[in-house]
């Protein structure tokens, strides 16, 4: 295990350029097929990259929300104790492993924003603590988490599946979360992957004891954390004594606070992007005390978005492009030929995960791939909801091996995509096993 982790990790550090660079020649790549595989001419597709490239625009400013939102409640004083405090728990390198894993896990099940900013910010506190653990191994343990997010309460395709009036209604009607969320088919991968990737993760802290710890932060000096002094003003002017007013900081607070009452109260236990950054924003507003130190926070936490701004139109340029060539749909087709009933939802997995290397987004997966899944799946009398499982877990899987979700974790950690993708190689491998018995085998 050794040698394969070693052997992963000098590849990925050696060949995988920056994320940026990496979207850079995704999309020359899915040109390049679009031109050769399909129909599409090459001003075609010169045509479908740009129609599609402003397309997650109102994504990209929820996902750099999550990391400013994220980093400024991270940054209180309080948050700062009961992380702290949490991360106290571990004492040992392996024990960070396990801590931080089951941590981003659980906060993945709850909603996958919650999950990644939960374990970037676990894994920096306790790195602190156990300053001989394998950074890089934390953080993508912590990442590892991300993996069961499509399992669990913000899972996209079964949520959209079971509310009335989404697109393919006429076709496979109306499915409840029963039979999908909580499924036993579903039960089965979480808690089998819940139980044992803390222990996957930590075997591979313990191969690597012995070796140099890579990245270790000099958290006396590092920019991950910001270091506030507060600034004491005499005879303050009356717009300075409003930017450091606890009283706006209470109303606003309290304003925003309410709205996300309200909204449990009549949607229910919903979580959803939007509300899980009103909520750290608004906490983060309370939490800092004055408008001034907010501001300040602020101030810092923007200079971690910077990857995710400019990256996010690419990805959705190449998802304009697998779309519109039709590329998505031969992916697709190609595995459907060779299935049958009691194959169809691996190949359905395994084609859901190529896909989602080229349009990493739930939703529009489900989109592109839904119409012809379920349609096939039928045809070969498989469950929907079987179909629906297997479409979404292969969304979720090679997320392990794509850096578009990594983004706004490893932007609060302070990593790069090549600094953990070495690890979550051999995450991929390892979750596929279970995955793929609980859709062939479990109902």
């Known amino acids: 295990m050794r040698s394969i982790t070693n052997f992963f990790d000098r590849i990925v550090q050696r060949y995988l350029p920056d994320a940026f660079i990496f979207a850079i020649i995704l999309t020359f790549v899915v040109y390049l097929m679009g031109v050769f595989l399909t129909d599409s001419s090459p001003i075609q597709m010169v045509e479908h990259w740009g129609t599609g490239f402003w397309e997650l625009l109102a994504f990209a400013m929820q996902m750099a929300l999550i990391v400013v939102t994220g980093y400024i409640l991270a940054n209180t004083p309080i948050v700062k104790k009961g992380l702290e405090k949490i991360s106290g728990l571990a004492k040992t390198p392996v024990q960070a492993i396990i801590l931080v894993t089951f941590v981003g896990i659980i906060g993945s099940l709850i909603n996958y924003g919650f999950g990644l900013v939960v374990g970037a910010l676990m894994a920096i506190q306790i790195a602190k603590k156990v300053p001989t653990v394998d950074y890089r191994l934390l953080v993508a343990s912590a990442y590892s988490g991300f993996l069961v997010w499509h399992g669990g309460l913000s899972a996209s395709i079964p949520l959209l599946i079971a509310t009335e009036g989404h697109f393919l209604e006429a076709e496979m009607g109306i499915i409840p979360v029963s039979e999908t969320i909580f499924s036993f088919t579903n039960i089965f991968i979480v808690v089998f992957i819940l139980l044992t990737m803390p222990f996957l993760n930590a075997y591979l802290m313990k191969v690597r004891q012995g070796q140099e710890v890579s990245h270790a932060i000099d958290w006396e000096n590092n920019t991950i954390e910001e270091k506030y002094e507060e600034e004491k003003i005499d005879n303050p002017t009356p717009s300075e004594r409003l930017e450091n007013s606890k009283i706006v900081t209470l109303f606003i607070s309290l304003l925003g606070l309410g709205y996300a009452t309200y909204f449990f109260m009549t949607n229910g236990f919903n979580l959803n992007i939007n509300i899980v950054n009103l909520i750290m924003l608004f906490l983060g507003i309370l939490l800092h005390g004055t408008p001034r130190r907010f501001l300040q926070s602020v101030n810092n936490a923007v200079k971690n978005v910077g990857g995710i701004i400019v990256q996010f139109p690419f990805y959705a340029g190449i998802m304009g492009m697998m779309v519109a060539s039709g590329l998505s749909d031969q992916m697709s087709n190609l595995f459907i ?17 190529i896909v989602n290397f080229f349009v990493p987004s739930g939703g529009g997966q489900w989109a592109v791939q839904g119409p012809i899944m379920i349609e096939a799946g039928m045809q070969l009398g498989v469950d929907n909801a ?6 979404a877990w292969g969304d979720a899987w090679t997320n392990m091996i794509q850096p578009f979700w990594a983004l706004p974790l490893l932007a609060i950690a302070g990593l790069k995509v090549k600094d953990i993708m070495g690890f979550c190689v051999i995450i991929l491998f390892y979750s596929f096993i279970p995955i793929s018995i609980g859709l062939l085998f479990f109902n």
Do not use: H, Q, R
Request: overall charge neutral; charged content about 10%; aromatic content about 18%.
């Open 386 to 391: 079987k179909t629906v499982l297997a479409v």
């Open 337 to 353: 030929g060779i299935s049958n009933e009691f194959t169809f939802p691996l190949f359905a997995f395994i084609s859901a995960g």
